[in-house]
């Protein structure tokens, strides 16, 4: 999966870029992620990306030539890729915008904007951006960080990134319900000990009290999630028993 992230602040990627999990999935070509410096692309000889805004009033926008010039030079003209801007008023990413962004990654990659000052020049969200992400509805100072969310979530959706085989399919959201609780060593600790049935051997049994503690923990927390999965015969009996009607 390619990503080519366009960006203002280079700097700030490589530390969580070559860590962990994401160090790996580049390693054995997974993944490929590029971070161009916007400002590589200006011609005057201060480098300047950004401008008043027309018509007055406080905060620089974001030039267009650069970041127009930047995206062509590395992905074409017209793009090869979508090109994502990562803004406030974008769609709110969720699980669901992840696996669709995913299918189209995993063809063509993405190139990535990362809005930084109190804007950018609305031609870049006309005529060159595809799509428009915001990662919640708060504001941050720039799109790097929300950058680094969607690749961290998209990477960890391709085949054989996460090492285990379930990989991502049993993650809180990926099924619809939040994933009940886990323990390891020791079986008592400071007198709390770890639940009997996940020490009895019986998968059966281990499968069905999961199943139980994810819906349980996902009445308790975000109740309108059940609204929108399909519940067994099962499920439903023993949301009843919680006096849950769904
Ligand atoms: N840039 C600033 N705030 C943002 C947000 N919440 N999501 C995406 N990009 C942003």
């Known amino acids: 999966m390619q990503f080519d992230v366009f960006t203002l602040l280079p700097e700030v990627f490589p530390a969580y870029l070559n860590s962990s999990i994401l160090k790996r999935a580049q390693q054995n070509g997974h993944l490929s992620v590029d971070i161009h410096n916007i400002r590589d692309w200006t011609h005057d000889k201060h480098n300047v990306t950004d401008d008043t805004p027309y018509g007055g009033g406080g905060g620089m926008i974001m030039k267009p030539e650069p970041v127009f010039e930047a995206i062509e030079d590395v992905i074409g003209s017209p793009p090869t890729r979508p090109v994502i801007l990562l803004t406030p008023q974008g769609r709110l990413f969720t699980q669901d915008v992840a696996d669709e962004l995913a299918r189209d990654a995993r063809d063509l990659g993405l190139a990535l904007l990362c809005g930084r000052y109190e804007g950018l020049d609305e031609r870049i969200r006309t005529h060159l951006v595809t799509d428009e992400i915001s990662i919640g509805d708060y504001v941050l100072t720039g799109g790097e960080l929300p950058a680094m969310i969607l690749i961290d979530a998209l990477a960890r959706l391709i085949p054989g990134v996460l090492g285990d085989e379930n990989g991502a399919a049993n993650d809180s959201h990926a099924s619809g319900l939040l994933e009940g609780p886990h323990y390891t060593r020791p079986n ?20 069905q009290w999961r199943r139980e503690q994810a819906l349980l923990r996902t009445l308790e927390r975000r109740p309108e999630m059940l609204k929108k999965i399909e519940l067994s ?12 009607q769904p």
């Open 233 to 244: 015969e099962k499920d439903r009996e023993f949301l009843e028993t919680l006096n849950f």
């Open 188 to 207: 008592e600790f400071r007198g709390w000990e770890v639940p009997a049935v996940l020490r009895s051997g019986d998968h059966g049994k281990v499968d």
